[in-house]
């Protein structure tokens, strides 16, 4: 399953007034400085097996050079860096970074960021993800420290409703992309597939999450992780998850629609 997740680790943003024009230097500093150029190449290399394991999911058969073709092609590189940064400058408008930049550029901050990276690049791999689920389903049934402390931080910061939220939004345009493709399927019948999918987009969602973060977290104290909590919380970290999702929701539901359309072609075609 294609997870559009982005673990929201909590920082700043302070939102002023909408009408200020953005400081580049300084936003291109922070996404910089949240690594959003590494994690765009990590969602794209799942997003793109995604893509790939679309062929047999749909014909039981391996994907053919055609679609290869058109998954790289909707995967580009510099357009999803390109889509980001600006979907990115535009919903930093109005915003003061200074607090933001120093934050983000902390000793604490910056290892968080370095080991989220790396453990959502290791769970690429099955083996490693699916240890991390059945690690983290152990944690979890113990009620340990640790995992009372990741379950804080997820209901703290809402990720799951907000993580299936993007998903869905994913889905949905997915199916409408299909849609163009065949067109004969109606809104009411999209719509309905994809509430259909919802209690297991949120089942897995919980299980992605508390594998991901319990594995990103363990090196770290459990000061360090109970300060980005207290921070989630506060109206500037609510707003920087906000911003995040405005980055990089628009870029996925555009690729998820450019899949959904390819593949109804390639089907009907036969060349899926």
Sequence with gaps: MWRNLFAATAFVLAAQSASAEVDQAKADA??????????????????????????????GLP????WQEA?????????????????????????????LLTFATTAPAREMLQLELAAREAML???????????????IA????????????????????????????SNLAFYRGM?????????????????????????????????FMLMAYAPV??????????????DAGKALSRATTAAFDPMFEDISFNLGRAAAQLLASEAL
Excluded: C
Aim: aromatic residues 8%.
């Design 30 to 59: 922070l996404f910089e400085a949240l690594l959003f150029p590494q994690i765009t190449d990590v969602m794209a290399r799942e997003s793109t097996d995604f893509g790939l394991e679309l062929s047999e999911g749909m014909t």
């Design 179 to 211: 849609a163009e493709g065949e067109g004969d399927v109606t809104d009411d019948i999209i719509l309905s597939e994809v509430m259909a999918q919802a209690d297991d987009l949120r089942a897995g969602t919980v299980e992605w999450l508390y594998a």
């Design 125 to 139: 791999a099955d083996d490693v993800r699916d240890e991390a689920i059945e690690y983290a389903a152990v944690t």
């Design 142 to 169: 113990r009620k340990t420290p640790r995992a009372e402390l990741i379950a804080d931080l997820v209901a703290r910061g809402d990720l799951v409703e907000m993580n299936v939220a993007s998903a869905l939004n």
């Design 71 to 99: 998954v790289a092609a909707i995967h580009d590189r510099d357009w999803m860096m390109s889509q980001v940064r600006g979907d990115w400058y535009a919903a930093l408008e109005g915003v003061d970074l200074d607090a």
């Design 63 to 66: 994907p053919s050079a055609k």
């Design 221 to 234: 104290s459990d000061e360090d992780v109970q300060a980005f909590v207290a921070f989630g919380e506060t």
